[in-house]
């Protein structure tokens, strides 16, 4: 598709973004493996006012972060584990780019919320949420959504015969969820449990 | 199951109960009382022979006053006692045995009844009912497309009503409205005006029906007299008292108070629905406009609370309850198989100087609706763009407990129809909907539906040429071979003359039954209560409301228009099907042709996707039908109009309807209301809301749209903040009316497998709501098959 047919199909909804207050969110995978599109379609959109939201990890060349953050409205920036090593285990890369991005981005003003995908013994730990909130507070970025893991896609996985190397692992309680979002809340944090 | 988390008090509960508990039964002592004043009387002039029969039956019927009722008054002999109509319909006795024996919808029949209805009832009505006048004067054109099931009459089982009231009662008692008519009879020039007599004679009529609602209401006093003389309780004796100078006050009096104002309104319903079985029985439409004044007096004064207020709208709920559907047979049942009379409460909306008419009565009634969880009445908001949010999230939180009610409508636009057709600003104001979707102006139009006018089979003659395959019958018209049509214009061409022919035999039909009811059944009563019948010394049956209005109601827009899609898209602009194959496809209902009947179904342009290919055939169609019908003339000195809304007709006319070219198969129910065909749209609700506000819905009285969501898109203020800006939107984009069924798919099936656990479950049907487990099977599963939005576009 082209961004002309996807603004076309976006703008179908305009009556509805007047009414919600709503707009255009694009995620992924991660939108920013496709940056040139993504970053010709948010400009498309802004240029018609269409309201922006980017649902990214943010591993991405900082350039262009940069450059996209001009036609972004707000982003859901996911955080998944403040511990570098551990990002590397978990995700194959360190977080390092991935903070330096969040760091130029709450510099430069963007409309942030940080997303945490909670997942039990792998990031519920409170070493992981103590380094998240000391690492969010000077940044200024106060709104958070716990997201509790959840197993939606375990069936996918198993019906294309792959593994998610999640198994085993169970979504955390309700409680769980409140006990780590009233200490982040402590500290003076916006919380919202789910997406 | 539904667990009930209600505040009403015990004596509510108790009579809320006892209607959900009784049965509908067949009281034969309407029939009876009238058939016995037939033999008798020998007054000439019908509209005062038609008074006198109902004075007759409103002094001699049994009166019955409940225990622990505050709101009295039935229309048979007890609760769900539901009276028959042989001036109209008279039922044979292979019909009682129907509605006593049938699986869905029935009636008691009990011996004594069969016994009055063989020996008194059918020697005398035959020949003499409107059923058989009217059958008796169709012609063989009108009869054979009535068979085909191109198009259903409302008029040969009940009275036209199709009206609701306005605010007249509030202001004027009874004698009130003698005195207007005594000036009228003055005012009579039999000299220069031929109708004199004939008008002196309806005024007349109206007076007499005036009296026998009177004595009615003064009956109720003393059986309440009576009762209070032996009631042991004290508390219990002195309501008896109360009522009983209610009863004497109101309807002969304009009421004084909240509580004589419901009062009122009840014996005026009652009398609407003793003299003639009027379509939608009746209603009091703006109920919390009328109510608001006494309701705020009454509070400022210090002599009633809300809550004294909510248990009076409680017991007047169950009133309403209490009174079943006329009983139906024949193709009447079939198009609209439910208890429902459709009476339907309209909240909110503007006032007459079009200012935001929500006020406190609107949420006490609201309230009263989430409390009482009854099929009847039905209840809408009436939402204008000048209604708070407030108004529509309140709505919204009864709507997604999920039983169906109520039913939300654009208030600025029903405002719109009205003024297209004609009507005064402020008489627009004061309107709403009645029945389903239906637009009037309340107290000042009679707006008859006439019949469901089934759009698909019209195709399907059309590319059978004439002949419909079903029975091998021609009765259409020879518009040639469809194999020949060279492009699909020539198709649609077609069609339109089809399309013609039809409507032009169902408009034949209506003006000879118009005639029938204006002369031989007329509804004094009825005619006292509508602007301007006493004005103008005319019944409300011929032409004496300020407006008339007739209407045809087309059912299945989304089944015809996306077989008119197919074609096009297959046949004519792709070749990839050639005619013959599609017309043979039909023909065996897709037997062996499965390939080509799933591309039908699911490679084809389908309405209800936000897709101009599709929707722009759907507007094509709309508008055909729009020209053939809009602003002929009726009877009466008003025009035709058309609505889309099929209450359970697109299920009878599917029955009807073989295979289409939209991959539907044969006798499978066709669309309803406006919604697209169940399973074809497949982007969202946004795409569903976008392809139905393409039509022009200002130059219709009304449209209906369904859509079915699962109780957990309505969770939490977040999920009603997203279906009130969905319903906003589509009224910013000039829709008539949105309605959701919240309910799953797992719930239905289990209330299917097991009807008895799911008694209480109500779902929406088509404009109205109905129990789940009273549904014929097919319709069960139409509604499950219904499209279920998982999710809203992540763009909301």
């Not at chain 2, 207020?309 to 009447?332: M, R």
């Not at chain 2, 609209?336 to 006032?351: E, M, Q, R, V």
């Not at chain 2, 005619?527 to 299945?556: E, F, Q, R, W």
């Not at chain 2, 969202?684 to 200002?698: E, I, N, Q, Y």
């Amino acid at each position: 598709m082209t961004v002309p047919q996807v603004l076309a199909e976006v703008l179908k909804d305009e009556v509805f973004f007047d009414e919600s207050g709503g707009g255009i969110t694009i995620s992924g995978g991660e939108p920013l493996r496709q940056a040139v599109f993504v970053e010709a379609l948010l400009a498309a959109c802004k240029a018609r006012r269409i309201r922006t939201v980017l649902d990214t990890c943010g591993f991405a060349d900082p350039e262009v972060m940069r450059r996209v953050s001009e036609h972004v409205d707000l982003f859901l920036y996911d955080l998944k584990l403040m511990n570098s090593e551990r990002h590397l285990l978990f995700t194959g890369v360190k977080n390092d780019l991935i903070l330096q991005n969040l760091k130029m981005l709450a510099e430069r003003g963007s409309a942030i919320i940080i997303r945490v995908p909670v997942i039990p013994g792998v990031n519920d730990d409170s070493d992981n949420f103590d380094a998240l909130s000391g690492h969010l507070s000077p940044l200024g970025l106060l709104d958070i959504h716990l997201l509790p893991y959840h197993r939606l896609g375990s069936d996918k996985y198993r019906r294309l015969h792959l593994s998610s190397g999640m198994e085993g692992v169970d979504p955390p309680t309700t409680e769980q969820m409140e006990t780590i979002a009233a200490r982040l809340r402590r500290d003076g944090f916006h919380v919202r449990i789910g997406d | 199951m539904c667990g009930l988390e209600t505040e009403m008090n015990e004596r509510v509960a108790r009579l809320r109960k006892a209607t959900l508990e009784t049965k509908p039964w067949l009281s034969i002592e309407r029939a009876a009382l009238l058939t016995d004043f037939c033999r008798q009387d020998k007054t000439v002039s019908v509209p005062i022979r038609r008074a006198r029969a109902f004075q007759y039956l409103m002094e001699n019927k049994e009166i019955y006053i409940g225990k622990e009722e505050l709101i009295v008054g039935e229309r048979g002999l007890a609760p769900k006692a539901t009276p028959t109509f042989p001036e109209l319909c008279c039922h044979s006795l292979a019909d009682l045995e129907i509605l006593h024996s049938r699986e869905k919808i029935s009636y008691t029949v009990d011996d004594n009844a069969r016994q009055v209805q063989k020996n008194e009832i059918i020697p005398y009505w035959p020949g003499r009912s409107m059923r058989d006048l009217i059958f008796a004067r169709m012609t063989p054109e009108w009869k054979s497309a009535y068979e085909a099931g191109i198009f259903t009459e409302f008029m040969e089982q009940r009275a036209p009503g199709h009206t609701v009231l306005g605010d007249v009662i509030y202001r004027k008692g009874l004698l009130d409205l003698k005195a207007d008519i005594e000036s009228a009879l003055l005012r009579l020039d039999y000299f220069c005006d031929p109708q004199a007599s004939a008008r002196s004679d309806e005024l007349r009529a109206m007076a007499i029906a005036a009296d026998a609602v009177i004595r009615f209401a003064e009956r109720h006093a003393e059986k309440a007299e009576e009762l209070a003389a032996a009631e042991a309780n004290p508390g219990r004796r002195a309501e008896l008292h109360k009522i009983a100078a209610v009863c004497s006050q109101v309807p002969a009096h304009a009421p004084r108070d909240f509580w004589e104002a419901l009062q009122s309104y009840w014996f005026t319903h009652l009398g609407v629905v003793t003299e003639l079985n009027t379509w939608d029985s009746f209603c009091p439409g703006r109920f919390d406009q009328h109510l608001y004044p006494f309701y705020r007096k009454e509070l400022e004064e210090g002599t009633l609370t809300r809550d004294n207020a909510k248990e009076l709208l409680e017991c007047l709920w169950v009133k309403f309850n209490n009174q079943p559907a006329p009983p139906k047979v024949g193709v009447t049942d079939a198009e609209s198989a439910t208890y429902t009379d459709f009476a339907n409460i309209n909240n909110g909306g503007l006032k007459p100087d079009g200012s935001d008419g929500v006020n406190d009565v609107t949420y006490l009634i609201l309230d009263v609706i989430d409390e009482m969880r009854l099929l009847q009445p039905s209840s809408n908001l009436q939402l204008s763009k000048k209604n708070p949010d407030a108004f529509l999230k309140r709505g919204l939180e009864i709507v997604r407990q999920g039983w169906g009610q109520p039913s939300i409508f654009n208030a600025d636009m029903v405002i719109e129809e009205l003024l297209r057709q004609g009507k005064s600003a402020e008489d627009a104001r004061r309107g709403g909907i009645s029945g389903c979707v239906e637009t009037g102006a309340f107290g000042k139009e009679a707006y008859i539906l006439t019949g469901y006018f089934n759009l698909p089979k019209v195709l399907e003659i059309t590319l059978n040429n004439g002949v419909d395959p079903r029975t091998g019958k021609k009765i259409g018209k020879e518009t040639g071979d469809a194999r020949a049509f060279s492009s699909y214009e020539r198709l649609f061409a077609a069609f339109r003359e089809q399309l013609h022919y039809f409507v032009d035999v169902k408009v034949r039909g209506n003006n000879v039954i118009e005639r029938l009811y204006a002369d031989y059944m007329p509804a004094p009563f009825l005619s006292l209560l509508v602007d301007d019948c006493i004005a103008k010394g005319k019944d409300y049956n011929g032409g004496g409301p300020k407006y008339n209005t007739t209407y045809i109601m087309g059912v299945a827009p989304a089944t015809c228009s996306d077989s008119l899609a197919a074609i096009k898209h297959h046949v004519f602009d792709r070749k990839t099907i050639t005619m013959d194959d599609l017309l043979e496809s039909l023909a065996h209902d897709f037997e062996g042709r499965e390939k080509l009947r799933l591309s039908l179904w699911n490679k084809t342009p389908k309405y209800g996707n936000d897709d101009d290919y599709a929707d722009g055939i759907f507007v094509n169609l709309f508008d055909a039908f729009f020209d053939e019908v809009d602003g002929r003339r009726n009877t009466k000195g008003g025009c035709y109009r058309i609505n889309y809304l099929s209450t359970t007709c697109h299920v009878y006319f599917g029955s009807l309807t073989g295979a289409t070219p939209d991959g539907r198969r044969a006798w499978e129910p066709l669309s309803d209301g406006i919604s697209p065909v169940q399973g074809a749209d497949h982007k969202g609700p946004t795409a569903v809301l976008k392809s139905a506000a393409k039509m022009d819905h200002a130059r219709t009285g009304g449209t209906l749209l369904n859509q079915k969501f699962t109780p957990r898109l309505l969770e939490g203020e977040d999920g009603l903040d997203k279906v009130a800006h969905l319903v906003r939107s589509y009224f910013r984009l000039d829709g008539h009316h949105i309605q959701f069924n919240v309910v799953t798919t797992a719930t239905l099936r289990a209330a299917q497998a097991d009807p008895e656990k799911y008694r209480d479950l109500i779902v929406r049907v088509a404009g109205y709501s109905d129990y789940f487990c009273d549904l014929t099977s097919a319709l069960q599963n139409e509604i499950i098959t219904r499209t279920e939005h998982e999710a809203f576009a992540h763009s909301m």
